[in-house]
Each structure stands twice: as structure tokens, then as C-alpha cells.
């Protein structure tokens, strides 16, 4: 009996012919011929796993290498920072998708078949993975509506930093303490964001609270001298600095000061400006009021 008529005669659904199947059919069988079909098959499988390995391998460099070019070229082309990451991840998730999917022709496996099943199964990854999508669509959203770019501050989802890059997924901004946080796009591009690099000029406010029987006028001249001595301050007609009568408090007087400085010097300008207003004002007879406590006590004879 040859391993043909052996595999012909007994099959799954012949019950009968598995029952009567023994020890002595396999005594019977072609052995050599058996091992030689073996041995091919295995060789044929070595041989296109070593060449699955090479062209994985190879095409991991050359992803890495067309990579690198479309990287220069969207920088020869001035291409912006928010975009540039964008489509470097983008580019290299498909050109691995199409590097996994040659592999596993090599491999035997039909890669028609895989597509029939990736795509029949994409419903159920869309709707497992219907987080990363819309962090996706956010992603794109970001690109086109431009609500902030790599470089600027913004405040979204309880974090504040500077944007390093805008990535397929998620966006990763830097905090003045040097964290790295990862926000994903599909809130960023749906809740509120402040962009505090949006526009090219900010305000600054300060609070400047002043005792009772302190002079304000006197107050209010001190403070102008000091922003306008400030070169980083804006001193045009209508952004020059003011400073106003805000609130009259229980135990103060409370001065609103405002003024106009580029977005780059605004924290620049509200620390200095705070210190300079607390060692200035006191020469000029402002005092800083403060919670105290006065006892008087009677003597009785």
C-alpha cells in the first residue's frame, strides 16, 4: 500500500476504514519514500524561512533608509515640524505592513486569503481598537485644523508644556519640569485647548495689594517706571502698561496692573516684574499689607 492509496483510503469521515487502520498499514507504508517527501518538505521550509529572514532583515534597512529620505525630504521642502513626525510614523507603519505581508508570502502562507481575513476581521478590530482610531482621525484633524504645531505651549486634558511632536496616535509634550507626557489626539482634537504660542503677543496681570493711607498715585507711577523700564515690555499706544484701582479689600488696596509683552518673554517678565515690585515699592513709601494680629491690653489698678 503507497502513502497515496493510504491517505485515499483512509479519511476523516470514513469511520470504518480509521477503525481498521493498524500498526500493520504503518509496517506496509513506503518508509523511504515517506521520509524522502518529509525531508523535502522540510528543506523547502528551511529554505523559505532563511529567505524570509534575509528579506525581513533587508527590508527593515531599507524601511529604515527610505525613511530616513522622506524625512530630508520634507525638511528640503520646509515642511512643518507637526507634519513632518506625522507622516514619518505614518509612512513607517505601512511600509511594515507591506514588508509583514511579502514575508508571509514567502512563506507559502496565500496572502490573498490573509487580506480575506484581515479585512473580514477589521469590523472587529475597528470596533476593539475604536480608541486608537479616533486617536487616529484626531491625529489627522490636528494636521489639518493646525489648533497648535511642534513648538508651541499649550495647556489640554490637566497637562501644560511645550509640543516635541505630533505623532499618529498621540501628541507628546514636554513640562517646564522636563516630563514627558503623552496626550492622545483623539481628545486633543475634540476638548478645549489653550495655546498660549497661538498668537505672537500675551498680557500680563498682576495683583499688587497696597496698605491703607498709602499713597496710589505714588503707588502707580512706581509701577510704570518699573515695566517701562523693561525693554521686553510693549510701550505702543494701545498695549502701553496700566495699572488701576482694583478692589478695596478690608485690609488692602488691591492695584490691577496689566501690560503687553511677545509670547517668548511673557513668564519672563511676571517673575522679574514681581520681584522688582517687591524690592521697589517699599523705597518709594508703599507698604505690603499682611494678616496681623493687634492686643491691646488694659492695665487695672
Known amino acids: 500500500m503507497t502513502p497515496t492509496s493510504l491517505i485515499e483510503t483512509v479519511q476523516p469521515s470514513d469511520t470504518t476504514a480509521v477503525a481498521n487502520f493498524t500498526f500493520a498499514d504503518l509496517a506496509n507504508l513506503d518508509w523511504p519514500n515517506v521520509m524522502q517527501q518529509l525531508t523535502s518538505s522540510a528543506i523547502d521550509f528551511v529554505l523559505k524561512l532563511v529567505v524570509a529572514a534575509i528579506?525581513?532583515?533587508?527590508?527593515?534597512?531599507?524601511?529604515?533608509?527610505?525613511?530616513?529620505?522622506?524625512g530630508r525630504l520634507l525638511e528640503a521642502r520646509g515642511a512643518e515640524a507637526s507634519l513632518h513626525t506625522f507622516i514619518l510614523?505614518?509612512?513607517?507603519?505601512?511600509?511594515m505592513f507591506v514588508l509583514i505581508i511579502v514575508v508571509i508570502g514567502i512563506l507559502g502562507i496565500e496572502t490573498s486569503s490573509f487580506l480575506a481575513l484581515f479585512a473580514s476581521a477589521g469590523v472587529a478590530i475597528g470596533m476593539a481598537l475604536s480608541g486608537t482610531l479616533q486617536n487616529f482621525a484626531g491625529g489627522v484633524i490636528i494636521l489639518l485644523l493646525k489648533p497648535y504645531k511642534v513648538g508651541d505651549f499649550i495647556e489640554a486634558q490637566g497637562y501644560a508644556g511645550?509640543?516635541?511632536e505630533i505623532q499618529i496616535f498621540h501628541t507628546i509634550i514636554s513640562?517646564?519640569?522636563?516630563?514627558?507626557?503623552l496626550i492622545p489626539n483623539g481628545p486633543l482634537s475634540t476638548g478645549s485647548i489653550n495655546n498660549a504660542s497661538r498668537e505672537m503677543t500675551r498680557r500680563v496681570d498682576w495683583t499688587v495689594?497696597?496698605?491703607?493711607?498709602?499713597n496710589v498715585?505714588?503707588?502707580?507711577?512706581?509701577?510704570?517706571?518699573?515695566l517701562n523700564s523693561d525693554e521686553r515690555v510693549i510701550k505702543t499706544e494701545s498695549l502701553a502698561p496700566v495699572v488701576l484701582l482694583g478692589n478695596l479689600n478690608s485690609s488692602s488696596i488691591d492695584l490691577t496692573v496689566r501690560a503687553w509683552t511677545e509670547?517668548?518673554?511673557?513668564?519672563?517678565?511676571?517673575?522679574?516684574t514681581n520681584e522688582r515690585i517687591y524690592n521697589e515699592l517699599p523705597s518709594h513709601g508703599i507698604n505690603f499689607p499682611y494678616p496681623h494680629v493687634e492686643v491691646i491690653m488694659n492695665k487695672q489698678a
Open 175 to 181: 513640562t517646564g519640569d522636563n516630563k514627558s507626557i
Open 263 to 272: 509670547s517668548a518673554n511673557y513668564w519672563g517678565v511676571f517673575h522679574n
Open 89 to 95: 510614523s505614518f509612512a513607517k507603519i505601512v511600509m
Open 162 to 164: 511645550t509640543v516635541k
Open 55 to 70: 528579506v525581513f532583515y533587508v527590508g527593515k534597512l531599507i524601511i529604515r533608509k527610505l525613511h530616513s529620505l522622506i
Open 217 to 226: 498715585e505714588v503707588a502707580r507711577k512706581a509701577i510704570l517706571d518699573i
Open 209 to 214: 495689594s497696597i496698605s491703607y493711607g498709602d
